[in-house]
């Protein structure tokens, strides 16, 4: 791939702002923009800190379940890349208030004909 193909600024920023919003759905527990971003597919697959989720259908029962608590966080080392104009891979750190752990979140996200959506996703924590 070009050089030129990665990273443009008008991808890169849509891709970003579909992340944050992401994120902000995340700590708020909108269960709703959860699921929108997600691809509606059984072969997403979100590997959690504590669960393997396989398919749409268990990443939504995951998120019902999830108690709301303690769910606000605070990310650094926010890495976005985007290639051509329809993938994109992003990856940050996080902490959270109590917490001595660093989180770690990668997702891999798609441009679809419904927008961008995130086909896997992997979390996990490191003391």
Same mark, same amino acid.
């Given at each position: 791939?070009?050089?030129?193909?990665?990273?443009?600024? $008008?991808?890169? $920023?849509?891709?970003?702002? $579909?992340?944050?919003?992401?994120?902000?759905?995340?700590?708020?527990?909108?269960?709703?923009?959860?699921?929108?971003?997600?691809?509606?597919?059984?072969?997403?697959?979100?590997?959690?800190?504590?669960?393997?989720?396989?398919?749409?259908?268990?990443?939504?029962?995951?998120? $019902?379940?999830?108690?709301?608590?303690?769910?606000?966080?605070?990310?650094?080392?926010?890495?976005?890349?985007?290639?051509?104009?329809?993938?994109?891979?992003?990856?940050?750190?996080?902490?959270?208030?109590?917490?001595?752990?660093?989180?770690?979140?990668?997702?891999?996200?798609?441009?679809?004909?419904?927008?961008?959506?995130?086909?896997?996703?992997?979390?996990?924590?490191?003391?």
């Amino acid at each position: 791939m070009k050089s030129e193909h990665i990273d443009r600024p $008008a991808i890169h $920023a849509e891709v970003t702002a $579909a992340f944050y919003r992401y994120e902000e759905a995340l700590i708020s527990n909108d269960t709703v923009v959860l699921d929108e971003l997600f691809w509606h597919d059984d072969r997403t697959v979100r590997l959690g800190a504590g669960e393997n989720l396989y398919g749409i259908d268990a990443i939504r029962e995951f998120r $019902a379940s999830r108690s709301p608590v303690g769910l606000n966080r605070q990310l650094q080392n926010t890495v976005i890349s985007t290639f051509g104009e329809d993938f994109a891979v992003c990856s940050t750190e996080f902490t959270r208030e109590g917490s001595d752990k660093i989180g770690r979140q990668q997702q891999t996200w798609v441009k679809l004909p419904c927008g961008w959506r995130i086909v896997a996703a992997q979390v996990s924590l490191i003391p």
